[in-house]
Structure formats: structure tokens, C-alpha cells
């Protein structure tokens, strides 16, 4: 059964650090791009990173030299390391992960969220 799921988010004072975890079973197909998104209240959700199944990465701008993403293969696990928080990155941070099924098909598959919250 195809699960995916957020962990290590938390209340932080503006400048510090938090690491955020993704894992997601794979199922017997293997997983492709898995990515970051965030949605703060009122707005709508956001990309904050991407990571191809051969390491590529992608920022969104406002995230540029402050987050760092990466993943491990053999746990299919996801992370996102957040340094230097800033009030603007408060919001709930969800994974999404690109399950292939038995047909070959890449299926999105989101986390429920953890809640990031950056305060003083």
C-alpha cells in the first residue's frame, strides 16, 4: 500500500533550523521525483523544492541558499534541511512523492503536512 508521510516540523525563532523528513513506501516499482510544497494561510500551495530520482534539485527563489534538499535512495526517504527561517517561511509543509503503479504510471502521492511555524 502506497503511503507517504511528513515528520520534523515545530515552532522556531527566525534564524534557526529545522529538518523536515519524507518517507514513502515504494511499493515493487520505484519512486521518481519527489518534492516540497508549503501553504501558508490564505495563500495557495507552493513548490519549495524538487528532487529528481538522480539527485537533481530545484529551489523555488525565495528558498535559494537557505534550504537544502536531498534524498536516500535505499530508505526512500526525503529531506528538507531549513536554515535561517525567516516569519515568511511559517506555513505546513507537505511531501509529495511520484509512485510508479503496476502499469508504469507515475501516481502523485501527498503526505497529510507538518506544521512549520517561525516566530519569536
Not at 538522480?54 to 531549513?82: C, H, P
Not at 535561517?84 to 512523492?97: G, H, I, M, P, R
Request: hydrophobic share 30%; with cysteine; net charge positive.
Amino acid at each position: 500500500q502506497v503511503h507517504v508521510a511528513e515528520s520534523g516540523g515545530g515552532l522556531v525563532q527566525p534564524g534557526g533550523s529545522l529538518r523536515l523528513s519524507c518517507e514513502a513506501t515504494r511499493g515493487n516499482y520505484g519512486i521518481g521525483a519527489m518534492y516540497w510544497y508549503r501553504q501558508a494561510p490564505g495563500k495557495e500551495r507552493e513548490l519549495v523544492a524538487k528532487i529528481t530520482s538522480d539527485g537533481r534539485t530545484d529551489y523555488a527563489d525565495s528558498v535559494k541558499g537557505r534550504f537544502i534538499i536531498s534524498r536516500e535512495n535505499d530508505s526512500n526517504t526525503m529531506i528538507l534541511q531549513m536554515n535561517n527561517l525567516k516569519v515568511e517561511d511559517t506555513a505546513v509543509y507537505y511531501c509529495k512523492a511520484n509512485i510508479k503503479n503496476a502499469q508504469y504510471s507515475y501516481i502523485a502521492h501527498w503526505g497529510r503536512g507538518t506544521q512549520v511555524t517561525v516566530s519569536r
